[in-house]
């Protein structure tokens, strides 16, 4: 099987939980390209220029424990704005995407530009006072203090940053299925989004 799972969304939509469990349930390769990102971002804040951050990603780089704080991701989406970053990072992602066996990508711009041949693209949205909501539970639970409001704040300059920009913006692709997660518990989500997939095995 080398079928190709896209899925985007901004930032907290959930897309990342339900990239994870889509691929355990059909045994699919896994790459959360937000990841690449952070760890370039972080790079950034130790000093290097961004391309030079980018070029120089390690698979050591991408273990750092600092990854999913709120700086790993500001700093990302600053990183993330540079076309020539973009460009280093493509093929890794286009390479696993088509790796035998299939895969599933989360992101940003899987489905309209790392992978716009993917059999199954899935946007994911969910409204902007529970992606603030899961994201500040998820900070807190890892031991972050910081507020709601600043968790919500931090979001919204963050998405406004990654639509907002010329080199790959955040948007759904034209054949994308739009997912909307307010409402929906984890396992309705990844029940619709499984459906989504067998259609096309
Ligand atoms: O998904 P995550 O929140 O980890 O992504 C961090 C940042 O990396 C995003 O806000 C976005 O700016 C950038 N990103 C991107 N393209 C991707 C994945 C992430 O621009 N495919």
Do not use: N, W
């Amino acid at each position: 099987m080398s079928i190709t799972v896209a899925i985007d969304g901004p930032a907290a939509s959930g897309k990342g939980t339900l990239a994870r469990k889509v691929a355990t349930h059909f045994g699919l390769a896994y790459l959360d390209t937000g990841l690449l990102y952070r760890a370039a971002g972080m790079k950034m804040l130790d000093g290097l220029a961004p391309i030079e951050a980018a070029r120089k990603l390690s698979a050591a780089d991408l273990e750092r424990p600092d990854l999913r704080s709120a700086e790993a991701g500001r700093a990302a989406s600053r990183v993330a704005a540079d076309g020539d970053v973009r460009a280093a990072l493509l093929d890794f992602q286009r390479a696993f995407a088509h790796r035998a066996g299939g895969a599933v990508l989360d992101g940003r711009d899987i489905g309209t530009v790392i992978c716009p041949g993917a059999e199954v693209k899935i946007y994911v949205t969910a409204s902007e006072g529970v992606r603030a909501r899961r994201r500040h539970a998820e900070l807190t639970a890892g031991g972050a203090q910081i507020a709601l409001e600043d968790v919500q704040r931090d979001l919204a300059e963050r998405d406004a940053r990654d639509r907002g920009r010329a080199s790959a913006p955040l948007r759904p692709a034209e054949d994308a299925v739009q997912l909307d997660t307010t409402e929906l518990s984890i396992e309705d989500a990844v029940a619709r989004a499984v459906a989504l997939v067998a259609a096309h095995l």
